[in-house]
């Protein structure tokens, strides 16, 4: 009976594991039927774990997912492009499709030729392996072609631009409409979708009140990506669209109330 519980859990816990991470499940079955033999620290399970996902996530899964059409975003080797949090790439959400990352690191260094010091920060990519797998909760970031990149700020007291954002996720502190704008929030949450403005309970920690949204480097960047011929489409919410000047742009796309509000990062899709 002892060993029927400590299977379920482990069953459980893998398929958590495997949500979150897509490779978690078999690292934690490999570390299972070995950990005995793995020096570590009293043949602890959870270091043997903790060492060979690491170790997959380092050495191994960026190796596999390559000729299989995926690559890393960088995470520490190029100074201009940079994850929002190390969870990011921790949890493997990072991967893309070559194209993706040579549009974004080109975008990078375009920008920062224009507005110095400029960084992009990039959020939920997709999973190194499997079209269709999905990567929680976004419903199209399965196929390597999608990626969430954060808006650029600017220090609310000094005005001067940063590279930080307004919550440590990247996600939820949003730019909301104003009196005169269409708002496409209350439309899609008076419809019943109570998920869409549900990313403000992901902040995990936020300062809002520090950070003012830098619209001429945010547009800058998206201009950047409109004359760029790998991108297909952009999501942005219409209030934004329209105050910077982009619903002339058929790459500026409007996405559904069954997504979630998009006036805190920008979606950015290749073909």
């Not at 978690?24 to 996902?53: P, Q």
């Not at 300062?207 to 004359?227: G, K, Q, S, V």
């Not at 790459?251 to 073909?271: P, T």
Request: glycine share 6%.
């Amino acid at each position: 009976m002892k060993k029927t519980g400590y299977f379920i859990l482990l069953v459980v816990l893998g398929g958590i594991l495997t949500i979150l991470t897509q490779i978690g499940g078999v690292v934690l079955l490999l570390s299972e039927l070995t950990y005995k033999n793995v020096r570590l620290a009293k043949r602890s399970r959870l270091l043997t774990f903790m060492f060979f996902y690491f170790m997959a996530i380092l050495c191994i899964v960026p190796i596999l997912a390559k000729p299989l059409g995926r690559v890393p975003l960088p995470v520490f080797s190029n100074a201009l492009v940079k994850p929002v949090s190390i969870w990011t790439c921790v949890l493997n959400r990072h991967y893309v499709r070559p194209a993706l990352r040579e549009s974004v690191e080109k975008a990078a260094i375009t920008l920062e030729t224009t507005h110095k010091g400029a960084e992009i920060r990039y959020l939920d990519a997709n999973f190194p392996f499997y079209d269709g797998f999905p990567l929680l909760p976004h419903l199209s970031h399965s196929d390597g072609k999608k990626l969430d990149i954060a808006f650029l700020y600017k220090e609310k007291t000094t005005q001067k631009p940063t590279n930080n954002k307004p919550s440590r996720s990247g996600y939820g502190v949003f730019t909301a409409p104003k009196g005169n704008e269409r708002n496409r929030i209350s439309e899609c949450l008076d419809k019943g979708y109570w998920q869409y403005d549900f990313s403000k309970y992901l902040t995990f920690g936020s300062h809002p009140e520090d950070f003012e949204l830098d619209e001429e480097r945010t547009r800058a960047l998206i201009m950047l990506w409109i004359n760029d011929p790998n991108i297909e489409k952009m999501f942005i919410e219409p209030h934004l669209e329209a105050r910077w000047g982009l619903a002339q742009y058929d790459k500026v796309r409007l996405h559904g109330c069954r997504a979630v509000r998009h006036d805190d990062h920008l979606h950015v899709q290749i073909r």
